[in-house]
């Protein structure tokens, strides 16, 4: 199963940017209606960090993201508890791909304002991102724990644990995430995964067709599906989902390992083999890529 995090890029971007109009639209006029106001970039009072604030904004909007973080940088000398800032740049930060940044950024707001608890969420996301993982899960569960409405805290932390062969907690999250959002299908397909890879067929298979009800063009889906059947050594149905799956994402290397699996349980060689040299030409730098060759080679 492909695993990610419901919140990518795009919209963890503008869940930073919806929280940052609410804030600064509330503040913004303190500045623009004080008499005689100049917006050079040039000015040195902390109140004029909201102008640089407005200025990277339009450099944000036109993709000149190094402008951006040029003038938040000077907003923050100017005013280094401005959160609105700190936001500002942690946004712009994620656009040049800078976790570590990043990260910096939602410590400092984190530091000036507890008060922000999602915050946390984003923290965690991006500490999972440079592979920190214990970090990671502290600022999640913290997000979980003073958000606890909130399903895609609860996903992503089944996700992480999945990641890292946690299955039971993953299974644990991933079931909060169904039970706060019942038309969650991703967190649905997280939990069919967890729980195949646990020995809980049956369970997986009904949460895998639920997630396949709530989103019929989910090739991850479709592959947790197959891979509750190969655990059960229906090796047939399985390739059939794997199939499935593959017609709708050809580009998802780790299905052919799993189709290639299949195929070997069949003795199919020939299928088996075919379907592990898509996997290492579509993902040639897998940690198994070495385990996969000698595997191909075996199989002559």
Known sequence: MQLKCYINKKFLKLSILILLSVIFFCKVNQVFSAPYTSYSIYNT??????????????????????????????????????????????????????????????????????????????????????GKTSEALLYLTKAAESLPDNPLIFYDIGVVFAKNNDYKKSVYYSQKAVDLKPDFAEAYNNLCYGQANIGNYQSALMNCKKAIELSPASAPALDSTGFAYYGMNEFEKAIEYYKKALNIDSKIAEIYLHLGKA?????????????????????????????IIHLIKDLK
């Open 263 to 291: 195929y070997q349980k069949l003795n199919k060689i020939d299928e088996a083999a075919a379907s592990y040299k898509e996997y290492l030409r579509l993902n040639p730098n897998q940690s198994d890529s070495k385990e």
């Open 45 to 130: 009072e902390p109140r004029f960090s909201k102008v640089l604030i407005v200025l990277s904004e339009d450099y944000t909007s036109q993709e000149d993201y190094q402008k951006a973080q040029e003038l938040l940088l000077k907003a923050i000398k100017l005013s280094p508890d401005d959160i609105i800032a700190h936001l500002e740049l942690a946004a712009v930060y994620e656009y040049l791909n800078n976790s570590d940044g990043c990260i910096e950024e939602y410590k400092k707001i984190l530091n000036l304002s507890p008060k922000y608890k999602i915050i946390n969420y984003y923290l965690g996301l991006t500490l999972d991102k440079t």
